[in-house]
């Protein structure tokens, strides 16, 4: 619905989640990243954004976070370096996996960001200093950012619409 609308110009994605499932992560990165195709997708971080909160984010194509806001968990499908030794008939762990997809919006390649992820939580205010947000602040500097990307004037009023898991 929103996607193929005319009447919403940009999204704003508001996370409050400490994770959960990793192939539901997939494909809520997935569907943001779909979404991002189309349309400008800000995704604005609240308390929390780790595990699958912050790789949801990660689809989006700018993120905003509180500068407490907790993030990171980056890359930890499975914790500890030889955690996947049954599965050794894999090319790539759970873990590189979610590094290639985690890496794709930031400036950040996959190298750089082994070197900030393994699991680490940052608040906002450190994970702005590595890059790993786009800006620091609260939902207002998320509507700043999506008129700006959707080519709406600063000065213009926007409506915002509150869309819900039971929503339309």
Known sequence: ?????????????????????????QLMWEAVRSLASKKP????????????????????????????????????????KYAELRELW???????VTLDYGA?????????????????IWTGKDAASHGLVDAIGGISCAVAIAKLKANI???????LVELSRSGP
């Open 41 to 80: 997708v800000i995704a604005s971080m609240s308390d929390v954004a780790t595990s699958a909160g912050c790789d949801m984010a990660m689809g989006a194509g700018a993120i905003v976070a509180e500068n407490f806001t907790l993030i990171g968990s980056i890359g930890v499908a499975h914790s500890g």
């Open 104 to 120: 794709l919006p930031t400036p950040y390649e996959v190298d750089q960001m082994k070197k900030v992820a393994h699991g680490r």
């Open 90 to 96: 894999l090319s790539f762990t759970p873990y590189e």
């Open 153 to 159: 004037p600063q000065n213009r009023q926007v409506t």
């Open 1 to 25: 619905m929103v996607k193929a609308s005319k009447k919403f110009k940009a999204i704003i994605i508001r996370i409050d989640s400490v994770g959960g499932d990793v192939h539901a992560s």
